[in-house]
């Protein structure tokens, strides 16, 4: 009994650390962005109003915080532009999601049926790319599209097409270089799903007469939908404010969010209408995050 009373005590310090780690590092500054989005665009350094001064005593920062203000979010609401690139966003990450999905279920089920010596070095093969700076392998795309890069010479050499086909600054390109870098997200979770599933069930399954395709319907499908959950919100998430891969692969007629906040923050120089698309961005991104708690959560109930 008092070894469980003395493991309680770091085990409770322990479960500590994941709440310092979010305030120190999430809710904390997403303060100081929160609080950027509520004040007033300014010529200053910084460039914005009103700024907390804490030696002025506390009618100052009563004053200060009388001054904020939600104008910047009417700001967004109401230009289309910005609703626009918040659209464009959550289109091309639910596109780009759904073919990370049908081009990683393949690959994560065929890792997982490999004989259990050759799936480390499947697995390796799968990670071997974020050995590279990402930014190298964007820059190494535009390289291969480019009007006389690798793909179109072999296009060209196997008579597929009869001029070289326009690839940059499309959005082909784009989701190309989005499912290029994304793919590990959304194999590992699958892969670590599927490799646990107890193949009895698969053989129960044909034993009772049931086809391939039936078994993999009726069972392996069901059996992982918690990779496939896991694997989209890791693609989902990251694409919707992905700004290296537009801006250099895509087209400059509709950005997405995390262009436009870029325009914003380094070009614009105005922090509170950048701080308020951080801040909505957020938000909508938390709505996925939520839904997927609220599945693991019936899924433990069910366990119960």
């Known amino acids: 009994m008092s070894g469980r009373r003395l493991f309680s005590v770091p085990a409770r310090r322990a479960s500590v650390a994941p709440f ?10 997403f303060g ?42 009417r700001l967004l609401a109401s230009d289309h532009i910005y609703i626009l690139s918040y659209l464009r966003s959550v289109v091309v990450a639910l596109t780009s999601t759904a073919i990370l999905l049908a081009v990683g279920y393949p690959i994560a089920y065929g890792m997982s049926r490999l004989p259990a010596r050759w799936q480390p070095l499947a697995m390796i093969l799968v990670i071997v790319p974020f050995w590279t700076s990402f930014l190298i392998r964007v820059y190494a795309w535009i390289n291969i599209l480019q009007h006389d890069g690798i793909l179109n010479k072999v296009l060209l050499a196997l008579h597929l097409v009869s001029a070289p086909v326009v690839w940059l600054s499309t959005d082909t390109a784009m989701f190309i270089g989005i499912v ?3 793919l590990p997200f959304m194999i590992l979770p699958l892969y670590a799903t599927l490799a646990k599933m107890d193949s009895a069930l698969l053989e129960a399954a044909a034993d009772l007469g049931s086809s391939r395709l039936a078994t993999f319907w009726l069972v392996t499908f069901p059996l992982s939908l918690p990779g496939i959950a896991a694997g989209a919100l890791l693609c989902f998430i990251p694409i919707v404010g992905e700004f290296v891969i537009p801006d250099l692969l895509a087209g400059s007629d509709s950005p997405m969010i995390g262009q436009t906040l870029w325009l914003e923050f380094f070009t614009n120089r105005d922090w ?3 701080s308020a698309i951080a801040v909505v961005l957020l938000v909508l991104l938390l709505a996925p995050l939520l839904v997927y708690e609220r599945m693991q959560r019936r899924q433990l109930e069910g366990r119960r």
């Open 20 to 29: 310092l780690w979010m305030l120190l590092f999430f809710l904390l500054p």
């Open 32 to 73: 100081f962005v929160l609080k950027i989005s509520l004040s007033h665009t300014a010529i200053a350094q910084p460039p914005y109003l009103p700024v907390f001064d804490p030696t002025q005593g506390m009618a100052a920062i009563k004053t200060a915080v009388a001054a904020l203000s939600l104008e910047n979010f």
């Open 180 to 182: 290029y870098s994304y």
């Open 272 to 274: 509170p209408v950048a």
